[in-house]
């Protein structure tokens, strides 16, 4: 079974900054893909940023040029910093990872979700 810790949430001003963590235990063989989302009470949850196994990246326009997006593949680690928060920005965040498989399709595990609170 795999694990994943999430840590980092808080609340801020906006303006401020986070950075939130998600650390991944257990079988683990391969990464692909790691991602972060979130969800804001009433909506659904949306991808935030996306690094692949390789290091591209991809933000949601919303969040482009604020959020950063990394990972550390010896801690089976993946980041999210985000800087200039808006009050919009409050939301859970959630991490995904993606863990190969060889010739099936990659096994998806989500951590438990880490609240960002961003005030006026």
């Known amino acids: 079974q795999v694990q994943l810790v999430e840590s980092g949430g808080g609340l801020v001003q906006a303006g401020g900054s986070l950075r939130l963590s998600c650390a991944a235990s257990?079988?683990?063989?391969?990464?692909?893909?790691m991602h972060w989302y979130r969800q804001a009470p009433g909506k659904q949850r949306e991808l935030v940023a996306t690094?692949?196994?390789?290091?591209?990246?991809n933000y949601a326009d919303s969040v482009k040029g604020r959020f950063t997006i990394s990972r550390d593949n010896a801690k089976n680690t993946v980041y999210l910093q985000m800087n200039s928060l808006k009050p919009e920005d409050t939301a859970v965040y959630y991490c995904?990872?993606?863990?190969?498989?060889?010739?099936?399709?990659?096994?998806?595990?989500w951590g438990q979700g880490t609240q960002v609170t961003v005030s006026s």
């Open positions: 257990g079988s683990i063989f391969s990464i692909n893909a």
């Open positions: 995904k990872i993606n863990i190969k498989r060889g010739w099936l399709p990659d096994a998806e595990y």
């Open positions: 690094i692949t196994s390789g290091g591209s990246t």
